[in-house]
């Protein structure tokens, strides 16, 4: 059974940095594309950042120039590096497959308050 484990979240000011971790236990993902997502209380899941491969990456508009996703297929994790971060960006935050095809794990929560 493929499962994620996210971690790495916590209470952070504004302006400040998280680098979130995920790991999947049960398949090797080097083969996948994958993303992390996020959800805010009372919004729906989105995407936030995807690895299309080992060098291709996407992000979506309101992360781009502040957040970095990173993988290492090696050791089945996805990382996700989170800076000048702003309240906006309080959310619970997953990682799945790129279109999510997987179980969801628990997520992280991230928040950003002062």
């Known amino acids: 059974q493929v499962q994620f484990v996210e971690s790495g979240g916590g209470l952070v000011q504004p302006g400040g940095s998280l680098r979130l971790s995920c790991a999947q236990v049960g398949s090797a993902f080097r083969y996948y594309r994958l993303a992390w997502y996020r959800q805010a209380p009372g919004k729906q899941r989105e995407w936030v950042a995807r690895?299309?491969?080992?060098?291709?990456?996407e992000y979506a508009e309101s992360v781009k120039g502040r957040f970095a996703i990173s993988r290492d297929n090696d050791n089945n994790l996805l990382f996700l590096q989170m800076n000048n971060l702003i309240p906006e960006d309080t959310a619970v935050y997953y990682c799945?497959?790129?279109?999510?095809?997987?179980?969801w794990g628990q997520g992280t929560p991230v928040t950003v308050s002062s």
């Open positions: 690895s299309l491969s080992e060098v291709t990456t």
């Open positions: 799945n497959r790129h279109p999510p095809s997987l179980a």
